[in-house]
């Protein structure tokens, strides 16, 4: 009998506390003002530091607007920008080591998922049901010039949304590159490779 008191006791000082707990919390729902009383102007708020009392004010010259009204994955990130082609372009400047290994961080970070390691097209989520894209290492896109690649990652094809608002134009660029690499790897001649790795090759 002492143990169920004791039990029934702790019990209802156990609720008292939670009650108290929960009656005192109601009130702190305000307490991080900053989330609720933001630095910035309300929609058609008087401004005391511009002329004519304006807040809002217009873009500056040059200003390129992000998705304004739409989404990035139909706006490729921007908006008003006219859709040029340069899918018969080569990469503009020269391809060094340091662009290859750029490339090589960019592509594993964006490509990878569905191209896959070597650019077969085996990426993880393929391997998970979704649909496969294209080997790199196929004739048809071992021909292609180089803006080919670059204008897909700007402005998507067929299941692949564009990636313009995800990588900056010079990484495109370094992508294409380190594609070239990924191509060179699979389909290299033994009259391609220099002279001291062949001999390396064919003695060891």
């Known amino acids: 009998m ?6 029934k006791k702790e019990v209802f000082w156990g609720c ?3 009650v108290a707990v929960l009656f005192l919390s109601s009130g702190c729902e305000n307490l991080m003002q900053d989330m609720y009383d933001q630095a910035k102007y309300e929609p058609f708020e008087k ?7 304006q807040s809002a004010r217009p873009l500056m010259d040059n200003t390129v607007v992000h998705a304004s009204g739409g989404f990035a994955s139909s706006s490729s990130g921007r908006v008003g920008i006219k859709k040029v082609d340069i899918s018969g372009v080569n990469i ?7 662009i290859l290994q750029r490339g090589q961080e960019r592509y594993n970070i964006y490509c990878t998922p569905c191209h896959g390691l070597v650019g077969d097209g085996d ?3 393929v391997r998970r049901g979704f649909p496969r894209p294209p080997s790199y290492h196929s004739e048809r896109l071992r021909n292609v010039p180089d803006g ?3 204008n897909v990652m700007t402005w998507g094809f067929g299941r692949m949304l564009s990636y313009a608002d995800r990588i900056e134009p010079q990484d495109r660029w370094a992508i294409v590159a380190y594609i070239r690499a ?7 001649r033994l009259a391609d490779v ?9 003695s060891g």
């Open 194 to 202: 220099p002279k001291n790795v062949r001999q390396s090759l064919e």
């Open 182 to 188: 990924l191509q060179l790897s699979q389909h290299t």
């Open 47 to 53: 401004s005391e530091l511009f002329p004519q009392g």
């Open 123 to 125: 990426g993880m989520v």
């Open 2 to 7: 002492g143990f169920r008191h004791c039990l």
């Open 92 to 98: 503009p400047f020269p391809v060094t080591l340091k």
């Open 16 to 18: 008292i506390v939670l």
């Open 148 to 150: 080919h690649f670059y």
